[in-house]
């Protein structure tokens, strides 16, 4: 009886090993969370910006005939681009885009302002536009109260890094403008 239960247990020992040895073993699957990148990604930088040349300007119809922005009108502040309309008629400046971006990634745009004054009721506009295509833009009726807004959409244009990004503003009377943010959002 002994030897019976030997030979058994010899045999199923075997077959198991038989059956082990036949089937394919997997590496091990890691276990671990894709980690998601959630932050956002810069697509400028305030200090990279350069004036953008008059045969250059994508929104050449809404230059003056004469502009007038001296390099003490803007720069970088803190991080961010300000500008001065004490000193600057019209505003255009671009630079390399610095991230890829796909039809339907999710861009943010944070600009604030001080309060907006002139003689004579007026509308600021600013836009962002990438070679050429515009991307953002909204429009602010002057006389107005100090405000900033993150805006979130979705991008129209899909563009390589060093793609020209274009910042476009112009409005009237002595006001400040900042453009704190231009980014593509984490997926």
């Not at 239960?5 to 075997?14: E, G, M, R």
């Not at 970088?76 to 681009?81: A, I, M, N, Y």
Request: glycine fraction near 6%.
């Amino acid at each position: 009886m002994r030897a019976t239960a030997i030979l058994l247990l010899l045999s199923t020992a075997a077959l198991v090993l038989t059956l082990a040895s036949a089937c394919d073993v997997a590496e091990p699957i890691d276990e671990a969370p894709r980690e998601i990148d959630t932050e956002p990604r810069p697509l400028v930088f305030a200090e990279d910006w350069t004036p953008t040349a008059p045969q250059d300007d994508p929104l050449a119809d809404h230059r003056p005939a004469q502009t007038i922005c001296p390099p003490t009108a803007w720069g970088e502040e803190f991080g961010t681009l300000e500008v001065s309309t004490s000193g600057c008629n019209y505003f255009s400046v671009e630079q390399p885009l610095a991230e890829p971006i796909e039809v339907g990634d999710q861009l943010r745009v944070q600009v604030w302002w001080q309060s907006l004054i002139a003689h004579q009721p007026a509308t600021g506009h600013l836009a962002l536009l990438i070679d050429g295509a515009l991307v953002w833009e909204t429009h602010v009726e002057i006389p107005g109260a100090s405000d900033a807004q993150s805006i979130q959409f979705a991008s129209t244009v899909a563009a390589e890094p060093g793609a020209t990004v274009t910042f476009h503003l112009h409005n009237h009377g002595a006001n400040t403008w900042t453009l704190a943010d231009f980014a593509k959002l984490g997926d």
